[in-house]
């Protein structure tokens, strides 16, 4: 189930809101300018399901956010738990830093945790299958994919060569709770 839980940027260890409905996550996040969608396929997709047919399935939607947005470039994503790089991946991005592009995933199968720090709060949304998110450019954030990383996830961008981490130095996400794998990646282990 998708999740939000909103912190003091000092109090990594008591939140002092949590929402699991998905209305109620989309209009905190709107508050604080970051988009949440959950978005259906239009077409069933099979695991081991192709680039080409996960981006079919989601077509409207992503034709509809690149109108609104002007991205430019759509692929897909998939990490699996016993992935050999799974450690090093996870590390790459799990201190806080910006990028200056917005960071758009939508995810298709699987669980991925992004925490965001905007005006003196911390905002950690566990995203699950169907969950968009958009993070705007210059936003503060961090993201967890777990020891065992299980998901698929369409990547929205203006610029793929933007793409590119800058570190605050900050060591805040150290004191926030990082993800607990997906249950299906488990098993997987
Ligand atoms: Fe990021």
Redesign the pocket.
Known sequence: MSRLRIYDETRGDAALARHDRHADIARELAAVGVRFEQWQATQPLAPGASQDEVIAAYRDDIDRLMREQGYRSVDVISLTPDHPDRAALRRK?LSE???SED?VRFFVAGSGQFTLHIDGKVYEVLCEQGDLIG?PDGTR???DMSESPYFVAIRLFTNTEGWV?RFTGEDIAERFPRMTPHPSAAKAN
């Open positions: 991005f830093h910006t990028h960071e993070v954030h961090w993201f981490a």
